[in-house]
Protein backbone atom coordinates (compact mmCIF):
# COMPACT_ATOMS: atom_id res chain seq x y z
CA UNK A 1 0.00 0.00 0.00
CA UNK A 2 3.00 2.16 0.55
CA UNK A 3 4.27 1.82 -3.13
CA UNK A 4 0.65 2.73 -4.07
CA UNK A 5 0.03 5.96 -1.86
CA UNK A 6 3.32 7.52 -3.16
CA UNK A 7 2.02 8.42 -6.83
CA UNK A 8 -0.38 11.11 -7.72
CA UNK A 9 -3.29 9.90 -9.26
CA UNK A 10 -6.44 11.45 -10.92
CA UNK A 11 -9.55 9.02 -11.85
CA UNK A 12 -9.90 8.87 -16.15
CA UNK A 13 -12.76 9.89 -17.80
CA UNK A 14 -15.43 7.78 -19.06
CA UNK A 15 -15.15 8.50 -23.25
CA UNK A 16 -18.18 6.16 -23.77
CA UNK A 17 -20.57 8.82 -23.87
CA UNK A 18 -18.39 10.90 -26.56
CA UNK A 19 -18.62 7.60 -28.78
CA UNK A 20 -21.58 9.18 -30.62
CA UNK A 21 -19.61 12.47 -30.99
CA UNK A 22 -16.69 11.60 -32.65
CA UNK A 23 -15.24 14.89 -32.61
CA UNK A 24 -15.11 15.49 -29.07
CA UNK A 25 -13.94 12.00 -28.74
CA UNK A 26 -10.78 12.72 -31.44
CA UNK A 27 -10.13 15.65 -29.45
CA UNK A 28 -9.66 13.99 -26.29
CA UNK A 29 -6.97 11.45 -27.93
CA UNK A 30 -5.20 14.21 -29.26
CA UNK A 31 -5.32 15.74 -25.93
CA UNK A 32 -4.75 12.99 -23.57
CA UNK A 33 -2.83 10.30 -25.68
CA UNK A 34 -5.52 8.02 -24.44
CA UNK A 35 -9.17 6.98 -24.29
CA UNK A 36 -10.58 5.30 -21.12
CA UNK A 37 -14.17 3.30 -21.79
CA UNK A 38 -16.33 2.07 -18.90
CA UNK A 39 -18.40 -1.12 -19.58
CA UNK A 40 -17.10 -1.31 -23.57
CA UNK A 41 -16.90 -4.81 -24.03
CA UNK A 42 -19.60 -7.88 -23.14
CA UNK A 43 -18.30 -9.07 -19.98
CA UNK A 44 -18.79 -13.05 -21.22
CA UNK A 45 -16.16 -12.58 -23.65
CA UNK A 46 -12.90 -10.96 -21.17
CA UNK A 47 -14.86 -13.82 -18.43
CA UNK A 48 -14.02 -16.47 -20.92
CA UNK A 49 -10.28 -15.60 -21.83
CA UNK A 50 -9.95 -15.34 -17.85
CA UNK A 51 -11.01 -18.87 -17.14
CA UNK A 52 -8.72 -19.64 -19.93
CA UNK A 53 -5.44 -17.95 -18.22
CA UNK A 54 -6.57 -19.53 -14.75
CA UNK A 55 -6.90 -22.51 -16.08
CA UNK A 56 -3.07 -22.04 -16.81
CA UNK A 57 -2.38 -20.57 -13.72
CA UNK A 58 -3.56 -23.48 -12.34
CA UNK A 59 -1.82 -25.86 -14.30
CA UNK A 60 1.29 -23.87 -13.81
CA UNK A 61 1.06 -24.06 -9.94
CA UNK A 62 0.24 -20.53 -9.70
CA UNK A 63 -2.94 -20.92 -7.84
CA UNK A 64 -3.55 -21.35 -3.86
CA UNK A 65 -5.97 -24.74 -4.22
CA UNK A 66 -7.69 -24.16 -1.35
CA UNK A 67 -9.58 -21.05 -3.26
CA UNK A 68 -11.97 -21.38 -5.69
CA UNK A 69 -9.99 -20.88 -9.08
CA UNK A 70 -11.86 -17.56 -9.94
CA UNK A 71 -10.94 -15.97 -7.17
CA UNK A 72 -7.75 -16.04 -8.46
CA UNK A 73 -5.56 -16.46 -5.38
CA UNK A 74 -1.60 -17.05 -5.77
CA UNK A 75 0.09 -19.42 -3.59
CA UNK A 76 1.96 -17.55 -1.02
CA UNK A 77 5.40 -16.51 -1.57
CA UNK A 78 5.23 -17.24 -5.66
CA UNK A 79 6.11 -14.55 -8.43
CA UNK A 80 4.54 -14.22 -11.34
CA UNK A 81 5.59 -11.56 -14.19
CA UNK A 82 8.59 -12.09 -15.13
CA UNK A 83 9.06 -12.32 -19.20
CA UNK A 84 12.52 -14.23 -17.93
CA UNK A 85 9.64 -16.96 -16.03
CA UNK A 86 9.59 -19.99 -18.67
CA UNK A 87 6.50 -20.63 -17.05
CA UNK A 88 5.29 -16.70 -18.09
CA UNK A 89 6.52 -17.16 -21.13
CA UNK A 90 4.50 -20.64 -21.99
CA UNK A 91 0.98 -18.35 -20.83
CA UNK A 92 1.97 -16.59 -24.15
CA UNK A 93 2.38 -19.55 -26.51
CA UNK A 94 -0.94 -20.43 -24.66
CA UNK A 95 -3.58 -17.92 -24.83
CA UNK A 96 -1.88 -17.36 -28.51
CA UNK A 97 -3.78 -21.00 -29.68
CA UNK A 98 -6.88 -19.67 -28.28
CA UNK A 99 -9.82 -18.51 -29.95
CA UNK A 100 -10.65 -16.44 -26.73
CA UNK A 101 -7.81 -14.04 -26.84
CA UNK A 102 -8.21 -13.70 -30.26
CA UNK A 103 -12.66 -12.91 -29.70
CA UNK A 104 -11.57 -10.17 -27.44
CA UNK A 105 -9.20 -8.89 -29.44
CA UNK A 106 -11.52 -8.46 -32.36
CA UNK A 107 -14.43 -7.45 -30.11
CA UNK A 108 -16.77 -4.93 -32.43
CA UNK A 109 -16.78 -2.40 -29.81
CA UNK A 110 -13.15 -1.92 -29.66
CA UNK A 111 -12.90 -1.67 -33.79
CA UNK A 112 -15.94 0.80 -33.80
CA UNK A 113 -14.14 2.94 -31.48
CA UNK A 114 -11.03 2.99 -33.75
CA UNK A 115 -13.19 4.01 -36.57
CA UNK A 116 -15.05 7.01 -34.91
CA UNK A 117 -11.65 8.09 -33.63
CA UNK A 118 -9.45 7.67 -36.53
CA UNK A 119 -11.99 7.79 -39.57
CA UNK A 120 -10.16 4.50 -40.56
CA UNK A 121 -11.11 0.58 -40.79
CA UNK A 122 -8.78 -0.53 -37.88
CA UNK A 123 -6.97 -4.37 -38.24
CA UNK A 124 -5.59 -6.19 -35.12
CA UNK A 125 -2.18 -6.89 -35.82
CA UNK A 126 -1.95 -10.22 -35.36
CA UNK A 127 1.55 -10.58 -33.74
CA UNK A 128 3.05 -11.61 -29.86
CA UNK A 129 2.91 -8.23 -29.16
CA UNK A 130 -0.28 -9.06 -28.09
CA UNK A 131 0.28 -10.15 -24.37
CA UNK A 132 -1.33 -11.90 -21.12
CA UNK A 133 -0.28 -10.33 -18.13
CA UNK A 134 -0.49 -12.31 -14.57
CA UNK A 135 1.10 -10.31 -11.93
CA UNK A 136 1.58 -11.86 -8.28
CA UNK A 137 1.15 -9.61 -5.06
CA UNK A 138 4.67 -8.37 -5.09
CA UNK A 139 4.83 -4.49 -5.40
CA UNK A 140 8.75 -4.30 -6.61
CA UNK A 141 7.35 -6.20 -9.90
CA UNK A 142 5.04 -3.32 -11.05
CA UNK A 143 5.21 -2.24 -15.20
CA UNK A 144 7.63 0.29 -15.01
CA UNK A 145 6.43 3.65 -17.25
CA UNK A 146 7.36 2.87 -20.90
CA UNK A 147 6.31 3.88 -24.29
CA UNK A 148 4.44 1.33 -26.52
CA UNK A 149 6.71 2.33 -29.24
CA UNK A 150 10.25 1.65 -27.91
CA UNK A 151 9.27 -2.02 -27.87
CA UNK A 152 6.63 -2.45 -30.69
CA UNK A 153 8.96 -1.72 -33.86
CA UNK A 154 7.09 -3.31 -36.50
CA UNK A 155 4.36 -0.57 -36.63
CA UNK A 156 4.16 3.01 -36.12
CA UNK A 157 0.67 3.87 -36.24
CA UNK A 158 -1.10 2.17 -33.68
CA UNK A 159 -2.91 2.00 -30.94
CA UNK A 160 -2.93 -0.21 -28.00
CA UNK A 161 -6.03 -1.88 -25.98
CA UNK A 162 -5.60 -2.52 -22.47
CA UNK A 163 -8.27 -4.62 -20.93
CA UNK A 164 -8.22 -6.16 -17.33
CA UNK A 165 -9.20 -9.79 -17.33
CA UNK A 166 -12.19 -9.27 -14.65
CA UNK A 167 -12.41 -6.54 -11.94
CA UNK A 168 -8.94 -4.54 -11.46
CA UNK A 169 -9.33 -2.05 -8.54
CA UNK A 170 -6.48 0.18 -7.96
CA UNK A 171 -4.88 -2.19 -4.76
CA UNK A 172 -4.60 -4.81 -7.69
CA UNK A 173 -2.17 -2.82 -9.63
CA UNK A 174 -4.34 -1.55 -12.75
CA UNK A 175 -3.01 0.30 -15.93
CA UNK A 176 -2.44 4.12 -15.15
CA UNK A 177 -0.94 6.53 -17.65
CA UNK A 178 -0.29 9.53 -18.10
CA UNK A 179 -2.34 12.52 -20.08
CA UNK A 180 -0.08 14.61 -22.52
CA UNK A 181 3.23 12.48 -22.28
CA UNK A 182 2.36 11.05 -26.16
CA UNK A 183 3.41 14.70 -27.44
CA UNK A 184 7.04 14.17 -26.59
CA UNK A 185 8.15 11.80 -28.49
CA UNK A 186 10.32 8.46 -27.97
CA UNK A 187 12.24 8.84 -24.47
CA UNK A 188 15.33 6.83 -23.58
CA UNK A 189 14.54 3.51 -22.34
CA UNK A 190 16.77 1.35 -19.44
CA UNK A 191 16.59 -1.85 -19.15
CA UNK A 192 15.85 -4.68 -21.10
CA UNK A 193 11.79 -5.20 -20.19
CA UNK A 194 8.99 -3.28 -18.77
CA UNK A 195 9.13 -4.51 -15.48
CA UNK A 196 12.97 -4.29 -15.21
CA UNK A 197 13.79 -0.96 -16.95
CA UNK A 198 11.82 1.61 -18.71
CA UNK A 199 11.37 5.53 -18.57
CA UNK A 200 12.68 7.69 -15.30
CA UNK A 201 9.15 9.80 -14.51
CA UNK A 202 9.33 12.87 -12.28
CA UNK A 203 7.44 12.14 -8.92
CA UNK A 204 5.35 14.88 -9.06
CA UNK A 205 3.60 13.33 -12.37
CA UNK A 206 0.20 12.55 -12.40
CA UNK A 207 -1.04 9.03 -13.23
CA UNK A 208 -4.95 8.59 -14.65
CA UNK A 209 -6.50 5.88 -13.69
CA UNK A 210 -9.04 3.64 -12.02
CA UNK A 211 -10.92 1.23 -10.52
CA UNK A 212 -11.71 -0.95 -13.60
CA UNK A 213 -14.01 -3.27 -13.83
CA UNK A 214 -14.58 -6.31 -16.19
CA UNK A 215 -15.57 -5.16 -19.65
CA UNK A 216 -13.57 -1.66 -19.40
CA UNK A 217 -10.30 -0.95 -21.97
CA UNK A 218 -8.10 1.57 -21.95
CA UNK A 219 -7.06 2.47 -25.48
CA UNK A 220 -3.82 4.42 -25.32
CA UNK A 221 -1.16 5.59 -28.33
CA UNK A 222 2.34 4.69 -28.98
CA UNK A 223 4.17 7.06 -27.16
CA UNK A 224 1.85 7.21 -24.84
CA UNK A 225 3.37 6.95 -21.04
CA UNK A 226 2.21 4.03 -18.83
CA UNK A 227 2.63 1.55 -16.26
CA UNK A 228 0.68 -0.40 -13.94
CA UNK A 229 0.20 0.40 -10.15
CA UNK A 230 1.54 -2.19 -8.13
CA UNK A 231 -0.63 -5.08 -7.07
CA UNK A 232 -1.00 -4.27 -3.40
CA UNK A 233 -3.54 -7.42 -2.84
CA UNK A 234 -2.34 -9.64 -0.50
CA UNK A 235 -2.71 -12.36 -2.44
CA UNK A 236 -4.49 -12.02 -5.69
CA UNK A 237 -3.36 -12.32 -9.01
CA UNK A 238 -3.66 -9.24 -11.38
CA UNK A 239 -4.95 -10.69 -15.13
CA UNK A 240 -5.20 -8.69 -18.40
CA UNK A 241 -4.62 -8.58 -21.65
CA UNK A 242 -3.41 -5.88 -24.39
CA UNK A 243 -3.70 -5.64 -27.99
CA UNK A 244 -2.21 -3.74 -30.89
CA UNK A 245 -4.50 -2.20 -33.48
CA UNK A 246 -3.30 -1.24 -36.67
CA UNK A 247 -5.38 0.46 -39.82
CA UNK A 248 -6.15 0.34 -43.62
CA UNK A 249 -4.39 2.83 -45.29
CA UNK A 250 -6.65 4.37 -48.11
CA UNK A 251 -4.55 3.13 -50.94
CA UNK A 252 -3.24 0.07 -50.39
CA UNK A 253 -4.89 -3.25 -52.15
CA UNK A 254 -6.52 -5.18 -49.20
CA UNK A 255 -7.60 -8.21 -50.84
CA UNK A 256 -5.67 -10.02 -53.76
CA UNK A 257 -8.22 -10.18 -55.98
CA UNK A 258 -8.58 -6.37 -56.48
CA UNK A 259 -5.24 -6.18 -57.87
CA UNK A 260 -5.91 -9.15 -60.02
CA UNK A 261 -8.99 -7.82 -61.41
CA UNK A 262 -8.09 -3.97 -61.91
CA UNK A 263 -5.19 -5.29 -63.87
CA UNK A 264 -7.35 -7.68 -65.95
CA UNK A 265 -9.83 -4.93 -66.74
CA UNK A 266 -7.21 -2.75 -67.46
CA UNK A 267 -5.41 -5.38 -70.03
CA UNK A 268 -9.00 -6.09 -71.56
CA UNK A 269 -9.57 -2.39 -72.29
CA UNK A 270 -6.63 -1.74 -74.19
CA UNK A 271 -7.07 -4.78 -76.53
CA UNK A 272 -10.94 -4.95 -77.15
CA UNK A 273 -11.80 -3.81 -80.45
CA UNK A 274 -15.78 -2.69 -79.42
CA UNK A 275 -16.97 -0.38 -76.62
CA UNK A 276 -16.12 -2.33 -73.12
CA UNK A 277 -19.12 -2.69 -71.20
CA UNK A 278 -17.99 -0.51 -68.87
CA UNK A 279 -15.19 2.09 -68.71
CA UNK A 280 -12.57 1.46 -66.62
CA UNK A 281 -12.98 4.39 -64.24
CA UNK A 282 -16.69 3.10 -63.53
CA UNK A 283 -14.93 -0.47 -63.12
CA UNK A 284 -12.76 1.04 -60.39
CA UNK A 285 -15.23 2.67 -58.90
CA UNK A 286 -16.91 0.01 -58.08
CA UNK A 287 -14.36 -1.89 -57.12
CA UNK A 288 -13.62 0.61 -54.69
CA UNK A 289 -16.66 0.32 -53.72
CA UNK A 290 -16.05 -3.67 -52.85
CA UNK A 291 -12.99 -2.93 -51.61
CA UNK A 292 -14.50 -0.74 -48.72
CA UNK A 293 -16.82 -3.28 -48.83
CA UNK A 294 -14.48 -5.73 -47.75
CA UNK A 295 -12.39 -3.96 -44.99
CA UNK A 296 -15.43 -3.70 -43.34
CA UNK A 297 -16.05 -7.18 -43.63
CA UNK A 298 -12.69 -7.72 -42.57
CA UNK A 299 -13.27 -5.92 -39.26
CA UNK A 300 -16.11 -7.40 -38.89
CA UNK A 301 -15.18 -11.42 -38.57
O1 LIG B 1 -0.45 -4.49 -17.90
C1 LIG B 1 0.60 -3.94 -17.61
O2 LIG B 1 1.09 -3.99 -16.49
C2 LIG B 1 1.35 -3.19 -18.65
C3 LIG B 1 0.62 -3.10 -19.93
C4 LIG B 1 1.42 -2.43 -20.98
O3 LIG B 1 2.52 -1.99 -20.79
C5 LIG B 1 0.85 -2.30 -22.30
O4 LIG B 1 -0.32 -2.66 -22.49
O5 LIG B 1 1.55 -1.81 -23.21
Known sequence: MEALARLRLEPLADSKPLISEPERLRERAAHDGFLFFRALLPNALVESLRACVLDYASRAGWLDSSYPRAAARAVAGKRVGYYQDPDWVSLQAHVQSRPEMWALGEAAAIHSVLQAVDSRSSYLFLSTANTCRVFSAHPDMATQPHQDA???????????????????????????????????????????????????????????????????????????????????????????????????????????????????TQASASTHSGTPRRSPSSTRRVLNRWLRFSKQLHRSV
Open 150 to 264: HYVRLMQDFWTAWIPLGDCPQQLGPLALLAGSHQGGLQPHSGAGIVDGGVSVSEDAVWSTTDFRCGDVALFRPHTLHRSLPNCSADTLRLSVDFRYGFWSGSAAVDWRAAQMIAA
